[in-house]
Every structure is written in C-alpha cells, then in structure tokens.
C-alpha cells in the first residue's frame, strides 16, 4: 500500500501514460488540444526526455539536446516498454507561452518558464498578480489536459480505437 499523499506509487503510471499520450497526439495529430470554452492549446516535447526502467532491473534513459523525440534511442525506449517519466514541454495558447518539465508520476511541473510580463504590467503589483495568472493557468491547463486524456483512455473502446493506433506508433 502507498504511503505517498500523492498517489505516484500507485497511480503514477497514468500520468506516465499521460505523457507519452501528449507525445502520440503531438507526432500524429499535430499537437494542438481543444480545451473548453473553444480555447485551444498547443504542445510540443523540447529537448528532454527521460523514461522510466521497465521494472526493477532495468535501465533508465535520459535523453538531452536537440530533438530527442526523433532519436533511435527515444524509439528504442518506447519499444522496449520503458515509459516516458518526465519531458519539457512547450505549450502555447494564443500569444502566451511556457516552458515545463513535467514529472509525469506526480503531474508536477518544473524548471517553468512564464510567458513574457504583459505589456499593461507597470508596477511590481501588476507584474506579480500579471505572473500568478500564468502559473494558474498553466497548472489549468496541464489539469485539463489530463482530463481529456483521461475520458479517452476510459472509454470502453479504448484499446480497439486509440488505444490500437498508439500501440501501432511505439511500435514503428
């Protein structure tokens, strides 16, 4: 039983499916997310990934630089049933943009970079409120995101439909 107030032990392979999800629909969909409201968002894996050891035993993989996602090794991983822990992430809605790395047990973002101060921000309390209201709605974001993974990876039909291409794109 986990003693974690989190859930990472037990729960923290569906942030790990998560991720690799974001990945899937970034390379085969384009990476761009409705979100309520008609808002939409889109999402890009930068320059790390680090994936999980199988069990145990294992290895674990960090890959840094450049476009990791295109490497044999990345490929490789995801072949080899290693899962995609944690990745920095470019997420873009509208002119806004942030930079995160995201530890996909605990859905935890770090190493966050904000979008640019709004222009209207002319005191330390306009840019203060003006930066809270980023972190809140990246956190919003990455929460909504993990939603629509969610009600897709709990439809019935999941493994005959989504479930089937995602397997078939590790595989290639």
């Known amino acids: 039983m986990s003693t974690q107030a989190d859930g990472s ?14 990945w899937f ?5 384009g990476g761009e997310f409705p979100l309520p409201g008609g808002r939409v968002v889109g999402i890009a894996l930068d320059d790390f ?6 069990s145990d035993d294992d290895t674990e993989q960090t890959l840094r630089r ?23 992430l470019l997420i873009a809605e509208g002119s806004r943009q942030w930079t995160t ?4 047990p605990t859905l935890t973002c770090t190493g966050v970079r904000l979008p640019e101060d709004a222009e209207e921000c002319e005191s ?4 203060t409120a003006d930066r809270t209201a980023n972190w809140y709605a990246l956190h919003e974001i990455v929460q909504l995101l993990y939603a ?13 439909t989504v479930g089937e291409q995602h397997a078939r794109w590790m595989a290639s």
């Open 25 to 29: 629909r970034w390379e085969t969909d």
């Open 124 to 127: 330390e309390a306009d840019r």
């Open 101 to 104: 790395t995201l530890d996909a």
């Open 148 to 160: 629509s993974f969610l009600r897709e990876r709990l439809r019935p039909d999941y493994l005959q």
């Open 49 to 54: 990934l680090s994936f999980a050891a199988p």
């Open 66 to 88: 450049g476009l990791p996602t295109r490497t044999a090794e990345a490929r490789t991983a995801l072949r080899q049933g290693h899962r995609l822990r944690k990745a920095r």
């Open 9 to 22: 032990e037990t729960h923290g392979w569906l942030g790990e499916e998560f991720l690799t999800w974001l």
